[in-house]
């Protein structure tokens, strides 16, 4: 779940203040001293935790906040505005100005820069573009042979002229193509080197000056905290970023990068890698992930999440089915299916109001093993056990079993469980009850 940890400690020290009748300045000081504590752990700049919380604790300890009837929620109602503020306010859009826009990649070896290529070349498809992919990175020749790859797994075109030519003209043949073939913008991926130097800062300079791109986008592992920062400090004033790709933000990562990248450098985080699939990057939103760190959950992103993910003629029959208490194992496994598209469940959950920290994540007792195992289970039933449940009997039940590598008492209680589904079904469409949800997670 991203930044766990963080959201952890800050959930809990915004908890004392919830529910409160009246706060103290002092109570407001004690809390922001915890807040304090839990940035500076998260490896979040010291400048900017030092000066965030002189700004919650300014406006929170103002006559309007102590006097009003929910003074702790309005303290939460700052520090969550102050946080969407450090982290850039609102959505920062990506700028594809110019005949042939150009989105230049730059950033270290092992920060998934290649990858990120290829998966803002989907998005960007997906929204109707025609994106060409540019392997500019002649010091690598893996990262040709990855990005000509990953071309191929996402249906992308990809320009490449082999590692003897040099950056600038491999760069000029793809705008010469993109032209000619109506392509348009073009992504470049650039070398990137162990460490930053001269050399390469001089190159990636020179690329610039040739390709008037639109876009400079840093790709930084969210993983390494103050290190993403110092590293987008450094390639911002040589080269004037336009933005930033954090990537691995599906790990708990420490906060540090994605809190304090804005406030240091003025370039606005765009796009968070969440994953390996080609589709695992997605916009970056201040206000939302403010809001997951704080517990107030994230529903538009989970919204979107179902609407990419859900067929809305499926549900309607789904629906249907419901209605009709004909729901069968294979409708079940097609809707585990759906969910699973939409991400980890952990994941899922932790964007329902309330639901962001390890603790009810632990006694929800979210396993994602259990989703396998049930899929698993379902798989080893005949098609006629999946669509008539009621005739496996105690030696079907211990056949299933060793086919899914379960036991027998996880077969009876996926049944029993799917048993009681119908019966629910059943009394939801009794006249005068409301009609069942569209798209269920039925589990």
């Known amino acids: 779940m ?14 004392k203040l919830r529910g409160k009748g009246k706060i103290s300045p002092r109570d407001v000081k004690a809390v922001m001293k915890e807040v304090k504590m839990a940035l500076l752990e998260a490896d979040v700049n010291f400048r900017v935790v030092k000066d965030f919380v002189a700004r919650v604790e300014e406006k929170a300890v103002g006559e309007e906040v102590l006097s ?16 969407t ?14 005949e042939i826009p150009v989105i230049m990649l730059v950033g270290l070896q092992g920060a998934g820069k290649t990858t990120a290529t290829a998966k803002l070349g989907k998005y960007l498809q997906k929204g109707g573009k025609r994106p060409l992919l540019v392997a500019a990175d002649v010091y690598r020749p893996a990262a040709i042979d990855q990005l000509e790859t990953l071309g191929q797994q996402t ?7 082999g590692t003897k030519t040099s950056p600038r003209d491999i760069c000029r043949g793809a705008l010469s193509q993109a032209r000619r073939d109506g392509m348009a913008p073009v992504i470049i991926d650039t070398a990137g080197r162990l460490h930053i130097n001269e050399e390469m800062m001089a190159e990636l300079a020179d690329l610039k000056k040739d390709l008037k791109p639109a876009e400079i986008l840093l790709v930084a592992d969210a993983m390494t905290g103050q290190d993403a920062v110092n590293l987008a400090q450094s390639f911002n004033k040589d080269l004037g970023l336009t933005g930033v790709i954090l990537t691995k933000m599906d790990g708990d990562a420490r906060g540090g990068a994605a809190l304090s990248i804005k406030a240091v450098t003025d370039a606005s985080i765009k796009f968070v890698g969440v994953g390996e699939k080609a589709d695992a ?53 097609e809707q585990l299916h759906q969910v699973r598209e939409m991400g980890p469940l952990e994941d899922i959950i ?94």
């Open 68 to 83: 009003s009837l929910t003074p702790g929620q309005q303290v939460v109602k700052i520090v969550h505005q102050e946080l």
């Open 281 to 333: 990057l997605e916009p970056f939103h201040p206000d939302r992930l403010a809001s997951r760190i704080l517990g107030m959950g994230d529903m538009m992103s989970l919204i979107e999440k179902a609407e990419k993910s859900y067929d809305q003629e499926q549900a309607a029959q789904m629906e249907k089915k419901m209605r009709e208490a004909s729901f069968t194992f294979d409708d079940f496994l």
């Open 155 to 161: 249906d992308l075109e990809v320009f490449s002229l």
């Open 2 to 15: 991203v930044f766990a940890s963080l959201s952890e400690k800050l959930q809990g020290a915004m908890q």
């Open 350 to 443: 932790g964007m329902l109001p309330g639901m962001g920290n390890k603790k009810m994540l632990k006694k929800l007792q979210v396993d994602e093993k259990q989703l396998t195992y049930t899929e698993a289970i379902i798989n080893s039933m005949t098609r006629k056990e999946r669509q008539s449940p009621e005739i496996i009997d105690g030696s079907r039940r211990r056949r299933i079993a060793s086919g899914s590598g379960t036991s027998t008492q996880e077969v009876n209680r996926l049944l029993k469980q799917f048993k009681e589904m119908k019966k629910m079904m059943k009394r939801f469409q009794k006249p005068g009850k409301k009609s069942m949800m569209k798209n269920p997670f039925p589990f």
């Open 85 to 98: 503020e450090l982290m850039g306010r609102e959505r920062a859009e990506l700028q594809l100005t110019g």
